[in-house]
């Protein structure tokens, strides 16, 4: 397995077909109401890739993302509209009676007027393109969104699968420890029946294997609660069993090869997040432009067309009319309410630097205590093996001492004790490892996979 496969973030994967066997909901005895369909079950295990492809297809996050740049999208057309003319047709039916003051009345007639309006604006000073610019950065802003939505996505996915994948190893190492207690147990019965061990170590023995039993209880309902999470993470129910292709348990911790003074200067350019907040800033800009040009003239051109058919009366006749012109609009006085748009467009204006200048901080923390995480995390992982091999050395020399009768119980289980603790200590320093890469990767926009050639060794 390579070891920086985990960061998916800079390359799409390829998207796998899942078939899901959904049950009919069955209709309830008494009330008639549909119970819910049982979770879809899976032959094969599924790997990481696989995962994240699921999630990204199925978690309602990303469709919200999506349904955003839509509407960004539509934003910016909607602006462009304004560099268009604006036409309309009318058609009019009109019938009237002249009656004069005797009574007498002249015969009805009917006018047919149908027209054409056209309304253009030839020239403002920003309006127009300061609305333009500002859709266009909100539409960048919500593709960089989107993708940090997509991001934010993978991570917790990782998190979760390797959650699941430790709690399982955890599960194991627990499983370990009551068979090593369930052994003591047998051996402190035999040892008390042939005299070499008091009732004290039998009680000792039951203890250390209740013990055992209660530390694996609970990682089984540790278990149960993160596959729940993992499956309501890819967009399943959260009673779906999802069968997890087993991780490498050999482990090399290789740290990245760029240092942690480049991965700061990489989350500055490639972290979507923070991008999104500099396009805001360009948005708050351009909308600020647009709101001094409201204030100020405007050039529009409007031209009609029309005509009207009289017939009735014993008339029957057609008139043509048109007309064209310029109007400049100037507005003198609003109220100060332009002056107060415009002070409040600067201060939002002010509102997105200040904000992205504290997500930049935001992300630079990130940056660095993730990097320290991952330091420490290899670190920590070579350490627990030599903690693991020593305790296993110990608790073997300590059974067979126990067993003829050279120490007593509480050092068996004393070894018993420190073993299960470094089992435990390296499933987590395997688990730290593999999630702190992830969020490595995540802080900074994305990893790439090293060369062998460029590798840094942790010291």
Partial sequence: MSRFRS?????????????LAHAPAMAAADTGAQTAPPAPQFSHPFTLVELTDMALSNNPQTKLAWAEIRSSQAGVELAR????????????????RTVNFVGASNSAQTRYSPSLSLSYLLWDFGNRSGTLDAAKYALAA????NSQTMQDVILAVEQDYYQV????ALEAADELSVKDAETSLDAAQQNQKSGLATVGDLYQAEAALAGAQLALQT????????????AVEVGLPAATKILLAPWNKTVTPVMPPQSVEQLLAQARQARPELLASKAGIQQAIANLEATKGRGLPSLTLAADAGQTRTIGGGLSQTANNYSAGLTLSIPLFTGFGDQA?????QAKVDISQATTAQLQQTVELEVWQAYQNLHTAAVTLRTTEVQLKSAQ????????RYHIGLDPILNLLTAQTTLASARVQQVQARLNWFTALAALGHAVGGLNAPNQSDVAETP
Wanted: aromatic letters at 6%; one cysteine or more; charged letters at 10%.
């Fill in 142 to 145: 919500a593709e960089l969104s």
């Fill in 7 to 19: 960061i998916a973030y800079l390359t799409a994967s390829t998207l796998l077909g899942v078939c």
């Fill in 393 to 400: 050395q110990a608790e073997d020399v300590e059974t067979a």
């Fill in 219 to 230: 990682a089984q309902g540790q278990l149960a609660v993160a596959n729940g999470t993992l």
């Fill in 341 to 345: 748009a415009n002070h409040q467009a």
């Fill in 165 to 168: 994948l430790g709690l399982q």
């Fill in 81 to 96: 509209a304004g560099y268009w003319p604006q036409i309309s047709a009318g058609y009019s039916v009109t019938r009237s």
